[in-house]
């Protein structure tokens, strides 16, 4: 199958310059991340500080080579990396829920809870629509064993 | 900003062939899916079968050209591209949380509740884990004035 070329809609300023002041989700941040969306696509977020929250789709481009099989911070298991969360993935497109804080100007917001590096390209933004997204009667796999580690360290 | 390249990691088997057939939204359908990864990324869903929901990361390839507003099913007027799922988006990689209902073999994966065509390239697969996902004292902006509209379609 042919490559998919893509162009980023904006970029990430964030206070982590690397990935080892990343943490290892966004929701264990509570700093403040500013998303700036280039001006030929700034129209297309007319009416987004209506929604309280956003889906970011990024792009990790400080990624490693990736690995079909990993470990993560959670436990010393070697898990297959769609089971898991790392940047180091056949491709790096991530996602994250953040609240949305505010709009500044026609092209600039500023959202916590994201773990993203200070110049992560931004591929979309999408309206987080819990009816869309949210599932009962969830099996996590290995991470039911973890599970409790992350709420611990979550501030 | 350069342009940057995916290469996909499988194609979604549907039973819809064409735009008009697949419905607005994936919940809105009961039609089993299957997903084919291919053989050099197997590796990579390594204990998968333990998740009871995953996330799939896919590319509308057959997407028009994009517009930063546009109508949408739900109502008549016109909305910030970033505030609607439409895959008429400067980037067209749609994202879906559908129930994993079996794995067949070391590749092949079935799911339901998947609004993608026949032929969709996939993108990524993630495990679906509410803790990072589910937000509570949700705003939907204007997609607060249809959630009834969609809950009433749903089957």
């Known amino acids: 199958m042919?490559?998919?070329?893509l162009d980023p809609i904006g970029i990430i300023h964030s206070p982590f310059r690397n990935r080892s002041q990343?943490?290892?989700?966004?929701?264990?941040?509570d700093e403040e991340c500013e998303l700036e969306i280039y001006e030929e696509y700034a129209d297309g977020l007319k009416d987004i500080e209506g929604f309280s929250h956003i889906i970011i789709v990024y792009y990790a481009h400080k990624s490693e080579k990736h690995h079909l099989q990993t470990t993560t911070p959670w436990d010393t298991q070697l898990?297959?990396?769609f089971t898991t969360c790392s940047p180091?993935?056949?491709n790096p497109l991530l996602i994250s829920v953040v609240p949305l804080l505010s709009r500044i100007?026609?092209?600039r917001l500023t959202?916590?809870?994201?773990?993203a590096i200070d110049g992560t390209p931004i591929m979309d933004i999408k309206p987080y629509i819990p009816e869309l997204i949210v599932k009962?009667?969830?099996?996590l796999g290995?991470?039911?064993?973890?599970?409790?580690?992350?709420?611990?360290?979550?501030k």
Do not use: C, M
């Open 2 to 5: 042919p490559k998919i070329e």
């Open 22 to 29: 990343a943490p290892f989700q966004g929701i264990l941040s």
């Open 79 to 81: 898990h297959g990396i």
């Open 88 to 90: 180091n993935r056949p």
């Open 105 to 107: 100007g026609d092209r």
């Open 111 to 115: 959202v916590t809870n994201l773990d």
């Open 136 to 139: 009962q009667n969830v099996r």
């Open 142 to 154: 290995w991470f039911e064993k973890v599970a409790i580690t992350l709420k611990r360290e979550k």
